[in-house]
């Protein structure tokens, strides 16, 4: 194992010795810095012996190095503006202006902003919703193929896995029909990080991970998944057919050119405890995981979503993460957010986001089984006090809209706002997104129809926080269009 010296322990060796600090940043480690002082001591800029991220050649390069054999991928670059900054890089690199590009229509915001930044003509694949669950399926290879059979122009395929809610696609397959037809393939695998470490061990865990499974560009949050700090994440980079040159710009353009050091040393940190301790914290999770799910398989109204509970051969996903747990309260008196807020005010339990018909809560390598026990109790008795009703809410979802416009022409376009329930037939300026988890119901240049407005009239209804609608309820659309383009 390597016992070279982490980039925390270095920023603290620095911090605790003589050197005056006659740069940035403005605090200069002064204990007179305010309340936050004591976290200073490790924040510094690009000084001598600390390496440039952008140029990386000896500490962070080492790092980066580092966190590229725990998942096995050709390149690792560090990231401290989180995924987002990943998957605009990723996206840039991948497409010229005014290319063709097919994503799943479940992808994060951030995707659809690198194909307004990028001017692309983009084409959706739509996956199923699981309706036991009200959740989006996987990614189904063969509806992959035939897209980019039909739409032959398209660059890259961008595709999201595990979901938000951690339903896992088939990789290997998709990466398969995709290279056969010579397309890039990127995956946002922002939650799941965990996935695929080379390192572990812990056999949920072997080879299930997108580098492993031969997409071109993988994007990791860190943060969501393992022991690292908000903000940080990873791209993975494989093969020959990303030009790095081109990708290692774009990492200049979107990351700031002042980079946390603290941030990065978290992400050292993380990989280290991984290499160190992964299999053994990844064993226990699994252990806790069994034991949460005997404890609550007498639930009569609430459902814990397994990938075993729903028919097989009926969805495209492969696998269920089992730190995503999914709590459904379909058919019961209460909504998601009611159960939010029970576990919020009456346990002290902080779930991580809210639907109509069910809950999230996140649970990783660092809950012991105290955390998985509490659910468990509270889940437990709350389902005592709850009833079946035929009035209960249904997941209302989403639907590809067609575009009017490209996401680039509507963006730029001439907008104002009307009234949602006014919106029926004209063209959305602005993206209508749910957050968590930032998947848009609509984004610019896509026609408003009644199904759309239902869907955000029902979300709203629910108490969700949907971003895009004024607090008196409009929507910002394109003021007129010039020329109406129509894409399929």
């Given at each position: 194992?390597n016992?070279?010296?982490?980039?925390?322990?270095?920023?603290?060796?620095?911090?605790?010795?003589?050197?005056?600090?006659?740069?940035?940043?403005?605090?200069?480690?002064?204990?007179?810095?305010?309340?936050?002082a004591?976290?200073?001591?490790i924040?510094?800029?690009?000084?001598?012996?600390?390496?440039?991220?952008?140029?990386?050649?000896?500490i962070?390069?080492?790092?980066?190095?580092?966190?590229?054999?725990?998942y096995?991928?050709d390149?690792?670059f560090?990231?401290?503006?989180?995924?987002?900054?990943?998957?605009?890089?990723?996206v840039?690199?991948?497409?010229?202006?005014?290319?063709?590009?097919l994503?799943?229509?479940?992808?994060h915001?951030s995707?659809?902003?690198?194909?307004?930044?990028?001017?692309?003509?983009?084409?959706?694949?739509?996956?199923?919703?699981?309706?036991?669950?009200?959740?989006?399926?996987?990614?189904?290879?063969?509806?992959?193929?035939?897209l980019?059979?039909?739409?032959?122009?398209?660059?890259?395929?961008?595709?999201?896995?595990?979901?938000?809610?951690?339903?896992?696609s088939?990789?290997?397959?998709?990466?398969?029909?995709?290279?056969?037809?010579g397309?890039?393939?990127?995956?946002?695998?922002?939650?799941?990080?965990?996935?695929?470490?080379?390192?572990?061990?812990a056999?949920?865990?072997?080879k299930?991970?997108?580098?492993?499974?031969?997409?071109?560009?993988?994007?990791?949050?860190?943060?969501?998944?393992?022991?690292?700090?908000?903000?940080?994440?990873?791209?993975?980079?494989n093969?020959?057919?990303?030009?790095?040159?081109?990708?290692?710009?774009?990492?200049?353009?979107?990351?700031s050119?002042?980079?946390?050091?603290?941030?990065?040393?978290?992400m050292?940190?993380?990989?280290?405890?991984?290499?160190?301790?992964?299999?053994?914290?990844?064993?226990?999770?699994?252990?806790?995981?069994?034991?949460?799910?005997?404890?609550?398989?007498?639930?009569r109204h609430?459902?814990?979503?397994?990938?075993?509970?729903?028919?097989?051969?009926?969805?495209?996903?492969?696998?269920?993460?089992?730190?995503?747990?999914v709590?459904?309260?379909?058919?019961?008196?209460?909504?998601?957010?009611?159960l939010?807020?029970?576990?919020?005010?009456?346990?002290?339990?902080?779930?991580?986001?809210?639907?109509?018909?069910?809950?999230?809560?996140?649970?990783?390598?660092?809950?012991?089984?105290?955390?998985?026990?509490?659910l468990?109790?509270?889940?437990?008795e709350?389902?005592?006090?709850?009833?079946?009703?035929a009035?209960?809410?249904?997941?209302?979802?989403?639907?590809?809209?067609?575009?009017?416009?490209?996401?680039?022409?509507a963006?730029?376009?001439?907008?104002?706002?009307?009234?949602?329930?006014?919106?029926?037939?004209?063209?959305?300026?602005?993206?209508?997104?749910?957050?968590?988890?930032g998947?848009p119901?609509?984004?610019p240049?896509?026609?408003?129809?009644?199904?759309?407005?239902?869907?955000?009239?029902?979300?709203?209804?629910?108490?969700?926080?949907?971003q895009?609608?004024?607090?008196?309820?409009?929507?910002?659309v394109?003021?007129?269009?010039?020329?109406?383009?129509w894409?399929?």
């Open positions: 194992m016992t070279e010296k982490s980039l925390y322990q270095a920023l603290s060796a620095y911090g605790g010795s003589d050197f005056y600090p006659c740069h940035m940043p403005g605090h200069k480690r002064s204990s007179l810095s305010g309340e936050m004591d976290f200073y001591k924040d510094i800029t690009e000084i001598e012996g600390f390496d440039n991220l952008h140029q990386a050649e000896g962070l390069l080492a790092a980066q190095e580092r966190a590229n054999r725990l096995g991928a390149e690792t560090f990231l401290i503006n989180g995924s987002t900054c990943g998957a605009l890089a990723a840039m690199t991948s497409t010229k202006p005014g290319d063709q590009i994503m799943a229509r479940n992808c915001k995707v659809y902003h690198a194909a307004i930044l990028q001017g692309l003509c983009v084409h959706y694949y739509c996956p199923k919703m699981i309706e036991e669950y009200d959740i989006c399926d996987g990614v189904d290879f063969r509806e992959i193929g035939r980019l059979d039909q739409y032959p122009d398209c660059a890259t395929v961008v595709i999201t896995s595990p979901t938000y809610e951690g339903v896992v088939d990789v290997a397959e998709i990466a398969n029909v995709v290279h056969e037809r397309k890039i393939l990127i995956v946002d695998e922002a939650h799941g990080a965990h996935l695929g470490l080379c390192g572990t061990g056999y949920s865990y072997e299930k991970g997108a580098v492993a499974q031969g997409a071109d560009l993988v994007i990791h949050s860190l943060h969501k998944t393992l022991p690292s700090m908000t903000q940080t994440a990873l791209l993975h980079v093969g020959d057919r990303i030009d790095r040159v081109k990708l290692r710009k774009y990492l200049s353009m979107f990351q050119s002042s980079p946390s050091y603290v941030l990065m040393a978290s050292d940190s993380c990989m280290r405890y991984l290499e160190r301790q992964g299999r053994e914290r990844f064993t226990a999770m699994e252990t806790h995981y069994r034991a949460f799910c005997q404890k609550t398989q007498g639930l609430i459902r814990i979503g397994k990938i075993g509970d729903v028919p097989e051969k009926k969805y495209a996903f492969t696998d269920w993460d089992m730190g995503k747990a709590i459904s309260v379909k058919g019961t008196n209460i909504t998601g957010k009611e939010c807020g029970i576990l919020r005010e009456e346990y002290h339990l902080e779930l991580e986001m809210a639907a109509q018909t069910y809950a999230l809560a996140m649970m990783t390598l660092m809950d012991e089984a105290q955390g998985w026990q509490r468990a109790d509270a889940l437990i709350i389902d005592a006090r709850i009833k079946e009703s009035n209960g809410r249904t997941g209302s979802g989403f639907a590809c809209k067609k575009a009017g416009l490209t996401m680039a022409q963006f730029h376009s001439p907008r104002e706002e009307a009234a949602l329930e006014e919106a029926a037939g004209r063209i959305s300026a602005d993206f209508i997104t749910p957050y968590p988890p998947i119901l609509a984004a240049g896509e026609l408003i129809d009644g199904e759309l407005i239902a869907i955000i009239k029902d979300q709203i209804e629910a108490g969700l926080c949907v895009g609608i004024t607090p008196e309820g409009r929507i910002g394109v003021v007129e269009i010039p020329e109406k383009i894409h399929d």
